[in-house]
């Protein structure tokens, strides 16, 4: 029968006795053969973390940090590790790894893969993060959540919040939203309340709605110069001269030019020509415009995407509206992507119009199509039929 040692006076006197022997700290019989010890409480199997806290065989192998573990004993099966009490299979989509540390939060190292072992709530990351054994998923179907680019209380109608779901790990992008917006440019006048403040094409002002008209009007010659577009120049070069008289005057009126190709020896971008300024002085630039060759690069989609998200620094003014007018007579095109940035189409182009424009496009018939989205598409015709459409666009569009 074993002895049982509860730190009292036999165990004193036998330090009494010899000085050097060392104090057993035995606390407790649990049975004849696996006695307590306070020094082996973290790993000791039949007394983990207390005296009697025996680990189950059949849930646990051993005693890791005064908690029964699991991970070599045949209860799990091959491979299988137990955490947090169940036993959890590898991931073999999970990253490689070697030790726990190497893992995400709510991750442990088994069988060399990073795998969940704690149940949470759902998140968007490919794992099964609430262990139901599905993984991104949300009631009924996809992980998904409401989405905004403005904080909620700014939301009033017309403005909506959008959804965004769970795809593969990773989160589309916000559909549905319909974001409140600076009411700049044609937005002043389009009678709608663009900024959903509850003031349609106005401002606030102490509890009133002011009406607040543009400031004025930039309009900008976007122009095809392929070798093809030679005729279509000269065209809209007299077409300009005719109505120079009701513009040279008005300083309400700017223009500048871009050109698609630029003029540089790369021909994959549109450059700025001509920024921003009178009547007079684009007239006069635009008259050095001419074709400068058949490269086949006319990045129109490009070219309109830039100048509407600024990346070509054209001098618009803040309450001004925007006039683009594209002249060009091939189908739409991008050439981002060779410069390493995003491609543009024609939904990219006309998601850019943030600031109220009005996108005219000169266009063959053939290729109406890629521009038609958001933009006033007019046919190609002579220098008399271009006077005229031009004339109309450029007047004031909110008149």
């Known amino acids: ?7 009292t006076s036999g165990c004193a006197a036998a330090a009494e006795d010899d000085p050097d022997a060392a104090v057993d700290p035995v606390v407790e019989i649990v049975s004849d053969e696996h006695l307590c010890r306070q020094d082996a409480l973290m790993s000791d199997f039949w007394n983990c973390g207390e005296c009697g806290a ?3 065989p059949t849930e646990a192998d051993r005693c890791e940090e005064g908690h029964c573990a699991c991970g070599m004993s045949s209860a799990c099966g091959a491979g299988a590790d137990c955490r947090f009490g169940r036993c959890v299979p590898p991931d073999l989509a999970g990253a490689n790894c070697e030790f726990d540390a190497e893992c995400t939060s709510g991750q442990a190292c088994i069988e060399g893969r990073c795998t969940t072992v704690q149940c949470d709530d759902e998140a968007c990351d490919g794992i099964d993060n609430d262990c139901d054994g599905e993984i991104d998923e949300g009631e009924g179907g996809p992980l998904s959540e409401w989405c905004s680019s403005s904080p909620a209380e700014e939301l009033m109608p017309p403005c909506q919040r959008g959804v965004r779901v769970c795809v593969q790990g990773e989160w589309t992008e916000c559909m549905g939203e319909i974001p409140p917006l600076p009411e700049v440019g044609l ?4 009678g709608r309340d663009n900024d959903c403040d509850q003031c349609v094409d106005g401002t606030l002002v102490g509890g009133l709605c002011i009406s607040e008209e543009p400031v004025g009007y930039d309009v900008v010659y976007l122009m095809d110069v392929s070798g093809s577009m030679q005729g279509t120049i000269d065209d809209v070069k007299e077409a300009t001269r005719s109505f120079s008289a009701r513009f040279s005057q008005r300083e309400e009126f700017r223009f500048g030019i871009v050109l698609i190709p630029s003029e540089t020896g790369e021909h994959d971008f549109a450059a700025i020509h001509t920024n921003l300024t009178d009547f007079d002085s684009f007239d006069a630039a635009l008259s050095t415009v001419n074709a400068n060759g ?12 830039e100048i509407a998200t600024g990346e070509l620094p054209l001098a618009f003014r803040e309450d ?10 091939e189908e739409g095109q991008s050439y981002r992507a060779l410069r390493g940035l995003s491609a543009v189409d024609e939904a990219a182009m006309c998601e850019s119009l943030s600031h109220g424009e009005v996108l005219a496009v000169v266009s063959d018939p053939p290729h109406v199509g890629d521009f038609d989205d958001c933009s006033v598409v007019i046919e190609m015709a002579d220098s008399e039929q271009m006077e005229r ?11």
């Open 1 to 7: 029968m074993a002895l049982v040692c509860l730190a």
């Open 54 to 56: 025996v680990c189950e």
């Open 294 to 305: 058949g490269y086949g690069l006319e990045p129109q989609w490009d070219a309109v995407y």
């Open 389 to 399: 459409d031009l004339d109309q666009v450029i007047s004031d569009p909110c008149g």
């Open 187 to 190: 937005l002043r006048c389009d």
């Open 320 to 329: 001004a509206v925007r006039i683009l007018i594209l002249f060009t007579d």
